[in-house]
Each structure stands twice: as structure tokens, then as C-alpha cells.
């Protein structure tokens, strides 16, 4: 029984090292992308736009909405999903906190992201929601947040009765996978639609 275990459990140590070399490197790149994205955003805002602000000055409000948003449903968003990547070789109870802990990151931020928008939009008069980017954005926070609420209690809550619990986790896993990579295509959505809408404001 215990063979048939370990077996089954899918260790990294158990791949070829050919796979483990090339599965790394595709980690790599992914988070070489992720810093990226974050880092690119920040040169621009710093560089070019002026810096930030939370009050007193519109365009500055509107670049700490295009960080926080970046931020959240990029960059924290895809280090939680890359999580159970980089940390395989930790118990699993650690990664699931970790795993959470980016999901409480990137909804912090994406939630101060929206204030900021919506307080520069009430600062300019501007009317709120009338574009095809927030009504998309509405969205993905709704499926998102929708996400993290099913994550938490099903894979987090429900381990205090393991036993009982382990087969909907298991039927539920593929569901969670699949709706987590439909959220970050959203978001990257998001987020493109979000720099068209300000580029076509910026440059016409």
C-alpha cells in the first residue's frame, strides 16, 4: 500500500531529468514575465507619467489604478497559481497557505486599485462604468473574488474534517484549476483593455 502511495503521488523526483530541467526553465520564464509585466508598469508610471497619488491630482490617481490592477490580477495573481509549482517540494498545508496568501495580496490590491479609479473618476466628475474595460473589470473581481471565497473554504475550512471531505476536493480541484486560468485570461483582458482605453485618451 505504501508503494502504491508514493507511487501515486507525483513527485517532482520521480520525473525524468530532462522534464524537470525543461519544466524549470518554463517556471522560469513565467516568473521572468510576471516581474516583467510589474517592473515595465513601474518604470513607465515613475518614469514617464509622474509618479502617483491617492488625492489631488487625477492622472496621478489613475496610475496607482494601472499599478495596484497590474499588480493584483497579474502579478500576485500568477504567483498564486504559480505557487504549487515553486514550492512542490514543501508540505502541502504550506503551499495551500502560500497559494492563499497571493490570493489575499492580489485582492488587497485589486480592491485599492478600484477605489482609486473611482475616486479620480468623482475627482474629474467623470461619469463611472460606462466602458467596455470596467464592465469587463466588474467582472473579473466578481469571479475572482468568487474564486478565492470557494478556494478558502473548500481546500482550507473543510481540512478540518479531511476525511469526510476528501472526494468533493478532489472532484472540486479540476473545476478550481480550470476557473483559475479562465480568471487570469479575464484579468489579463482586464488589464489590455484598461492601457487601449488610456492610449486612445492620451494620444487622440
Not at 85 to 113: D, E
Request: with cysteine; aromatic share 14%; proline share 1%.
Amino acid at each position: 500500500m505504501a508503494s502504491k502511495n508514493n507511487k501515486n503521488s507525483g513527485t517532482s523526483s520521480d520525473m525524468p531529468i530532462l522534464v524537470r530541467c525543461g519544466f524549470g526553465f518554463l517556471v522560469f520564464v513565467a516568473e521572468l514575465l510576471l516581474f516583467g509585466v510589474l517592473g515595465l508598469c513601474l518604470f513607465w508610471i515613475i518614469y514617464y507619467c509622474g509618479g502617483v497619488a491617492w488625492t489631488r491630482d487625477v492622472s496621478k490617481q489613475l496610475n496607482l489604478h494601472y499599478i495596484l490592477m497590474i499588480g493584483g490580477f497579474i502579478f500576485f495573481n500568477g504567483q498564486a497559481i504559480l505557487a504549487y509549482r515553486c514550492f512542490a517540494c514543501c508540505k502541502k498545508i504550506y503551499t495551500k497557505v502560500i497559494h492563499s496568501g497571493f490570493f489575499v495580496l492580489a485582492i488587497s490590491s485589486v480592491t485599492a486599485g478600484l477605489m482609486s479609479a473611482i475616486k479620480a473618476h468623482e475627482d474629474a466628475a467623470d461619469k463611472h462604468f460606462y466602458s467596455l474595460h470596467s464592465w469587463v473589470g466588474l467582472a473579473t473581481m466578481g469571479m475572482f473574488a468568487l474564486q478565492f471565497m470557494v478556494g478558502f473554504v473548500s481546500f482550507l475550512v473543510l481540512l478540518c474534517c479531511d476525511n469526510a471531505t476528501i472526494k468533493f476536493r478532489q472532484r472540486l480541484l479540476p473545476t478550481h484549476i480550470t476557473f483559475g486560468l479562465i480568471v487570469f485570461g479575464m484579468a489579463i483582458v482586464t488589464c489590455l483593455t484598461g492601457l487601449m482605453q488610456t492610449a486612445r485618451h492620451t494620444l487622440r
